[in-house]
């Protein structure tokens, strides 16, 4: 080739020639890591976006004044303050911690309570099994409608048992501000807790079977069994399950907009609806933002232990 | 009676008479307390679980008058697939009155897109991260592990900002992304740690034979990874399928999935309130999760067991 | 009187047999062991001894007591298992101790039990200690004194040291032996591992496929298989086995005739199809040899030196035949040695139903 190259040319392409070198030399490598990393590109952009940043934002923006449209105007923690003045900030405050401390007790008992009875080689496991599992299946919509209807005080419940005789018999958790976060429960706990029961008796069938002949020769009879050695020995499934219910709890919304509508009145708030009506319907997003930090607060205060436990041990015995 | 000796091998002389007394296995009558106790409280906590779906068959099936007489647990005397039919095609969300039909593809449009979308990027996410480690990808999984613990509320106003700047807040298309981005951690994890159960010894000779990070995938891991993607894909149905605050923040009217649009007709109507096409509706809403429930059984239970535990 | 006895027990999980009409009798403080490989019945068999299973026909007598349908407790038994099965939240004292608290025995009563044990088994620092912070063979002795403080007199051990390294093992062995002769129970254990049963075993029971095959005393099995199954069960390196047949006084294979007078027939006399069973430890060779009645010239095919002795492998008429040689005696590949044995300590079996003949 006898064309005559600028200087600008020759350079670049001594240049280009060179960072070939460079890739000539460790081919694989390089092209390994970048294939691998053009496929976790969305994983990181997630992460640091939508996850990490987008948490950084909304914290950030709860110190600020935004109305209809975000806006960097601070005003401290001035916010957090009128949250917490609510009064229906106040009472979702409370349905939440009844909610989730009741609906912990009785999920974590419930289902122990089922797997254990399913762990005894009964016939037709499957069957039952199917039964208690198929609510977990369905929206939570639809769970809040059904027993919407199911507790209608007219034609539901309070009707029929009225009908059997005992004519001054009151279940209207619908329109019973004491006690409507019951009837949420019980709608919550019909979908739930077929899962803890099938964690549970995952729990269950991974114990050493040799342990219940042990226990079987000892003479120990089969509920000091299980309340003494069996369950002793489930503390890492209980403690798993303890913490996906945990963090579960605080957002629930579905269920309450669909039983409820948050009511009768204002009874039936939960912290999820807040940020959800404050957000979207009461054009004040800042509110919204501080209820909504608030909420990750709390489920932070149950991660960061646990996480502490199962990973910050392992790498001090490391 | 006395003791027969044998020499053969298989049998050795007895040294004491065979004597009366029990023999054979333990009688034990099928109605010992122990089985009225188990099979009594499985079958009480039965009804409490099947009730509901009984009431919504139920309730569907009968005309108003006759729920007007009775209560809801009683069966039609008369069965009528009105309230389907309305439910279906002529219920009321405030806007028209085209019924169901609408949220149902609408729901269909959204899931099939997301699931799809989130099973592929989840599926390559975890097998980089399991067979092709690099630097920092530790920090980023386990920022997008607590992602998919901490409340989404916390994210929401975020996404309708990126959404509104790329042009696709209210459609379809943004819900599919955002059900995609949701659907990552518990996704990735499941592959993740699926493809690391997978010996390592095929992954290294199809190195050695020369194949590269998508060969490999192609061509070795997903002919291999049936069965996790069928639970990934089951998973992903039901949950977006059954998503409602997805759905009734980032879509407008018109593209609102079932759950929201069965939210509007049961509890924004004002009046007469029909409660057999309720019920009809909440069934007919249900209905896709349930059969994919049924359908895959044992499947279903690994799922949401994989999903559940933590890496 | 028996201490223990089985008497016509079956037992079938659906449609599968897998005891069939077992009788067995153990007499008082007798070691009595079931040996056999995986699914032969013996871990079985111990479990419906122990109450754990149901027999589906039979009896079993414990002390003279019909036991069939009582309850493991109720059988004046303990048992120590394979993976040790310690309750892993309590201590080791917490572990002996549970029994029988539950059975509401007192306080002082416990404390002595669990003293004398412990002193028994050498594991007295160990009580305040947790399973998780014990060594395999220190939890094994604890699953024992489990046994041991519920002051029974039978034993039941289900291959309690299958989970141990090869060291380990025959530590523990010794102990469970001296632990015998110092307790002098009745003591049911189960293994596959031959070693452990010649060595611990008062009785051996061979079990294959549901059955006893022989029950003797280590000795007898060892030297009189009562078939070819058991004959190449036992021993290590296996008994050699030679097809042929047994024509006008002499066993026959290819070119090789083997006279077989000084073999003590069950039977008298037999001709037709059988296998030569002679163990490598008792085929002589060089000097040795040639005063046996039957010798020949052999040529090493194979030498496996294993340390304390040599195997070496060769070839009678055209079937594999291997001896033992003393590790000093150098052979090589295609060396000619002379061997030979003396059919006494042979092992003959008819072809057909292996049965010795």
Known sequence: MATEASPHAVRGFAIEAASRDAVARRPNQLLRNLNAKIAAIPMILTAVFVFFGGTIWTIVYSFTDSKLLPRLKWVGFDQYERL???????????????????????????????????????????TFRTIFLYPFALSFIVTGLVWQWILNPEYGIQSVVRSLGWTSFAFDPLYDQDIVIYGILIAGLWQGTGLVMCLMLAGL??????????????????????????????RPVFITTLVLIASGIVRLYDLVVAQTSGGPGIASEVPAKYVYDKMFLGQNLAQGFAASTMMLLSVLVVLIPWAYLEFGGRRRNV | ????????????????????????????????????????????????????????????????????????????????????????????????????????????????????????????NGYALANWKFKGADIFFTILIFGAFIPYQVMLYPIVIILREIGLYGSLSGLVIVHSIFGMPILTLLFRNYFTSLPEELFKAARVDGAGFWGIYFRIMLPMSLPIFVVAI????????????????????????????LNNIVNSVQGVKEYNVNMAATLLTGLVPLIVYFVSGKLFVRGIAAGAVKG | MASVSVRDVSLNFGSVEVLKKLNLDVEQGEFLVLLGPSGCGKSTLLNCIAGLLDVTAGQIFIN?????????????????????????????????????????????????????AAGILQIEPLLKRKPSALSGGQRQRVAIGRA??????????????????????????????????????????????????????????????????QLDSPHVIYSKPVNRYVAGFIGSPGMNFIDGAIESGA?????????????????????????????????????????????????????????????????????????????????????????GFDPARASIFDASSENRL
């Open chain 1, 84 to 126: 917490w003045e609510q009064n229906r900030w106040i009472i979702s405050i409370e349905n939440i911690l009844i909610y989730g401390a009741l609906s912990l007790v009785f999920s974590l008992v419930i289902g122990f309570v089922l797997a254990a009875l399913m762990d005894q080689k009964i016939r037709f496991e499957n």
């Open chain 3, 148 to 213: 041991l403080v519920r002051d029974v007199d039978v034993f039941l051990f289900d291959e309690p040291l299958s989970n141990l390294d090869a060291k380990l093992r025959s530590e523990l062995r010794v102990e469970i032996k001296r632990l015998h002769q110092r307790l002098n129970n009745t003591m049911i254990y189960v293994t596959h591992d031959q070693i452990e049963a010649m060595t611990l075993a008062d009785r051996i029971a061979v079990m294959r496929g549901g059955l006893i095959q």
């Open chain 2, 234 to 261: 089951i998973l992903q149905v039901t949950g977006i399928w059954n998503d409602f605050l997805f759905g009734v923040v980032y879509t407008k009217p018109d593209v609102y999935p079932m759950t929201v649009q």
């Open chain 1, 205 to 234: 069938r991974g114990i050493d079977e040799d342990i219940w002949k042990a226990a079987r020769v000892d003479g120990i009879p089969m509920w000091k069994t299980y309340l003494l050695i069996i369950i002793p020995m489930m």
């Open chain 2, 1 to 124: 009676m006395s003791s027969v000796s044998h020499v053969a091998a298989g049998h050795v002389e007895p040294a004491i008479a065979f004597a009366a007394g029990p023999h054979g296995p333990k009688p034990r009558p099928a109605f010992s307390p122990r089985n009225i106790m188990i099979y009594g409280t499985l079958l009480l906590v039965s009804i409490y679980y099947l009730l509901p779906l009984y009431v919504m068959i139920v309730t569907s099936l009968k005309g108003m008058p006759e729920i007007r007489l009775g209560n809801v647990f009683s069966p039609p005397l008369e069965i009528t697939f009105q309230p389907w039919v309305k439910a279906w095609a002529e219920a009321c969300t405030g806007l028209n009155c085209e019924g169901l039909s609408r949220g149902f593809w609408n729901s269909v449009r959204i899931t099939v897109p997301s699931v799809i979308l989130s099973i592929a990027i989840a599926s390559l």
């Open chain 3, 251 to 339: 066993f026959k294979a290819g070119d090789a005739k083997i006279p077989v007078e000084r073999y003590q027939a069950q039977n008298g006399g037999h001709a037709g199809p059988a296998t030569f069973g002679i163990r490598p430890e008792h085929v002589a060779h060089d000097e040795q040899a040639r005063s046996m009645p039957f010798s020949r010239e052999v040529d090493v095919e194979i030498v496996e030196p294993m340390g304390s002795d040599t195997l070496v492998w060769s070839k009678l008429g055209n079937q594999s035949l291997s001896f033992r040689t003393d590790s000093e005696r150098y052979l090589k590949v295609g060396d000619k040695v002379l061997i």
């Open chain 3, 64 to 116: 003279g007591k019909n036991v069939t349908w009582e309850e493991p407790k109720d059988r004046g038994i303990g048992m120590v298992f394979q993976s040790y099965a310690l309750y892993p939240q309590m201590t080791v004292e917490g572990n002996l101790s549970f029994g029988l608290k539950n059975a509401g025995m007192p306080r002082d009563e416990i404390a002595k039990r669990i003293a004398r």
